[in-house]
T-cell receptor, first 116, second 107 residues
């Protein structure tokens, strides 16, 4: 069964460094999402992406975050200058159609980001 | 202000018991998601529903759009059902998630 994959599974970085989290969505899916979950807290929506542009983003997704789909298969989340509070599990998800309408989202296993 | 409220926060059940988890929301929605987060952290989508009821195996999800309330039921619960169950609603430019219900099923 097709699945969403994410790399790396765990990333440790120093405060102020840039990190890129990578996701490979399911191949025939059109909508892509990033979520984060700070340890012990609820899942939070970051951004959704469709047709090579951001379709929705939350207030968390500020100028230090960016997303792109560089090669038609990978979907990346870049954090430009990491802060301690960026430490969290980051989940990528994809769906065939918009999650607001009628489709299931498939989640990747997550990347645990630790900022020291 | 929490747009999505779940209850209970924690639930312990004996194997075989019927389980109900509730979700109330304050925003206007067209659909609601129930997710399962395993102890290792992985998230699986269980249901996406916009009206009525859906059933998958021992899991049943219902929604009442007028009352802004959804329930997730597990029949004949099993220890492998132990997980965090999360209600999530997409609306406007946001997805709002509940804090989750941590379910432990004891053999």
């Amino acid at each position: 069964e097709p699945e969403v994959t994410q790399t790396p599974s765990h990333q440790v970085t120093q405060m102020g460094q840039e990190v890129i989290l990578r996701c490979v969505p399911i191949s025939n899916h059109l909508y892509f999402y990033w979520y984060r979950q700070i340890l012990g807290q609820k899942v939070e929506f970051l951004v959704s992406f469709y047709n090579n542009e951001i379709s929705e983003k939350s207030e968390i997704f500020d100028d230090q975050f960016s997303v792109e789909r560089p090669d038609g298969s990978n979907f990346t989340l870049k954090i430009r200058s990491t802060k301690l509070e960026d430490s969290a599990m980051y989940f990528c998800a994809s769906s065939r159609t918009s999650g607001r309408v009628s489709d299931t989202q498939y989640f990747g296993p997550g990347t645990r980001l630790t900022v020291l | 202000k929490n747009e999505v409220e779940q209850s209970p926060q924690n639930l312990t059940a004996q194997e075989g018991e019927f389980i109900t988890i509730n979700c109330s929301y304050s925003v206007g929605i067209s659909a609601l998601h129930w997710l399962q987060q395993h102890p290792g952290g992985g998230i699986v989508s269980l249901f996406m529903l916009s009206s009525g009821k859906k059933k998958h195996g021992r899991l049943i999800a219902t929604i009442n759009i007028q009352e802004k309330h959804s329930s997730l039921h597990i029949t004949a619960s099993h220890p492998r059902d132990s997980a965090v169950y999360i209600c999530a609603v997409p609306t406007g430019n946001q997805f709002y998630f509940g804090t989750g219900t941590s379910l432990t099923v004891i053999p």
